[in-house]
């Protein structure tokens, strides 16, 4: 859920942000002056209801509860400079309990490769025409989250820190633009394809998805960076198979739609290595804005490192 | 890849029919007709299912043998067992629905030892 705020702190590459594992949209992680950066994110999710197939908000019972950690690695390489390659693996533990069931799973989640290009960066403000910045990526989810093999669950298609059983494609670009030096309006957006799988014993083929954010980033000092987003995820109708192998049927009534907030608090010092962020989610629980899907709220923490790029570190030393 | 996939999103999210809670079936091999009740006040929980079945053609005593239940986007899945047989037909308890939602219903059935199925969606407030 975190990591369209990834993205939007990171495309000016000066910020570090923290997204889950599951999550959609074109994060980023090594700066442009970076090689190589890691990071470690840890996240706590807590569901706060669910959102029936017409909209409808049920809040969780005071015997109901839905909760997961997360500790998610990722690892970056810029090269050649525009272009960062990036791999994601996390590892969940997913709780679930009921008046009349307790669940509780522990995991790996899916490894996840993304291709991030930087098409341009954004122009100067003298220039005539002042354009964002723009960066295309692409996304590749390979399966191999526990979800696969003990068919355990998570907060949705979108939402499963323990898999999705399914492979998935994705494209995607993120956009920004200054206003003024310290503030930063910033656009971004994925589309995913999902291929079939068989987690549940037959063909199932989870609908396409569609993430979308907007979002602004404040810069009150050198050190500190605030950012603000609204983020939409669209996931069409789930395709399942019948038992005796023939053919998948959309079942409607199981499309996605969920609006999330995002709150994100980045620390920084151009000069170190090491940065820092803090980032909080809430999916408004309100009736009609989200369909078929779980309204949780969620608190990241990130710690990341980076290590300069030859040509930038001699730059570092002599500063 | 991508315009088929933006089409598929915003054509899958439209707005679904609420699904019946009772309703007539002709089973996926077209051995048996199903006519299923779901009791009501459908909740989140343990729910009951009423069924009758008769065979579609010809003659023979059907059975229900199981009732599965799965969200297949959130991978979540229930199952019965505990089904007795009465006079109107058979009674499916204890359907543990733990999730608000829609769930797919499916029916295993068996008419002189050759398995079918009836599916039907339901949702959980």
């Known amino acids: 859920m975190l990591a369209a705020v990834g993205a939007l702190l990171l495309t000016s590459s000066r910020v570090s942000a923290c997204p889950c594992s599951d999550d959609g949209g074109t994060s980023s992680l090594v700066r442009d002056d970076e090689r190589y950066a890691v990071a470690l994110v840890a996240t706590s999710r807590h569901a706060l209801g669910h959102f029936d197939a017409f909209g409808q908000y049920h809040a969780l019972g005071p015997v109901d509860g839905e909760t997961s950690e997360e500790l998610l690695l990722r690892a970056g390489l810029r090269l050649p400079r525009r272009v960062e390659w990036l791999g994601e693996l996390g590892y969940a533990s997913y709780r679930f309990h009921s008046l009349s069931r307790v669940e509780a799973h522990t995991g790996v989640g899916d490894a996840l490769l993304r291709a991030r290009w930087t098409l341009r960066d954004e122009g100067m403000p003298h220039e005539s025409l002042w354009l964002p910045s723009l960066a295309l990526a692409g996304l590749l989810r390979a399966p191999l989250g526990a979800l696969a093999d003990n068919r355990s669950a998570g907060f949705g298609s979108g939402g499963a820190q323990l898999g999705l059983g399914a492979w998935e494609l994705g494209v995607g670009f993120d956009a920004a633009r200054s206003l003024v030096p310290e503030l930063q309006l910033m656009l971004g957006a994925e589309g995913a394809y999902r291929f079939e799988d068989h987690v549940l014993g037959r063909a199932r083929r989870l609908g396409p998805r569609l993430d979308a954010t907007v979002g602004a980033r404040l810069m009150p000092s050198a050190w500190l960076a605030g950012t603000f987003a609204l983020r939409a995820r669209f996931t069409a109708d789930v395709a399942l198979g019948n038992g005796d192998g023939s053919g998948l049927q959309r079942l409607p009534g199981t499309a996605e739609r969920l609006w999330s907030l995002v709150l994100g608090a980045a620390v920084y010092d151009r000069n170190s290595k090491l940065r820092s962020s803090l980032t909080l989610s809430w999916d408004p629980p309100v009736g009609s804005f989200s369909v078929g899907t779980t309204a949780a709220a969620a608190l990241s923490v990130a710690l990341a490192y980076g290590v300069p790029a030859p040509n930038d570190a001699a730059a570092l030393n002599t500063r | ?125």
């Open chain 2, 1 to 125: 890849m991508t315009t088929a996939a933006l089409t598929a999103v915003l054509v899958g999210c439209s707005a679904p029919a609420p699904a019946e809670t009772s309703l007539s079936l002709v089973s996926e091999h077209g051995l048996v007709d199903a006519d299923v009740r779901v009791a009501t006040p459908v909740k989140r929980g343990n729910n009951e299912l009423f069924v009758s079945l008769r065979p579609h053609e010809g003659s023979g005593a059907p059975s229900l043998l199981a009732v599965d239940a799965v969200m297949p986007a959130h991978s979540h899945e229930a199952h019965t067992t505990l089904i007795d047989q009465t006079d109107e037909g058979f009674h499916a308890s204890e359907l543990d629905l733990f999730m608000t939602g829609r769930w797919l219903l499916t029916l295993e059935l068996s008419l002189d030892g050759e398995p079918d199925s009836v599916s039907l969606p339901i949702d959980v407030p």
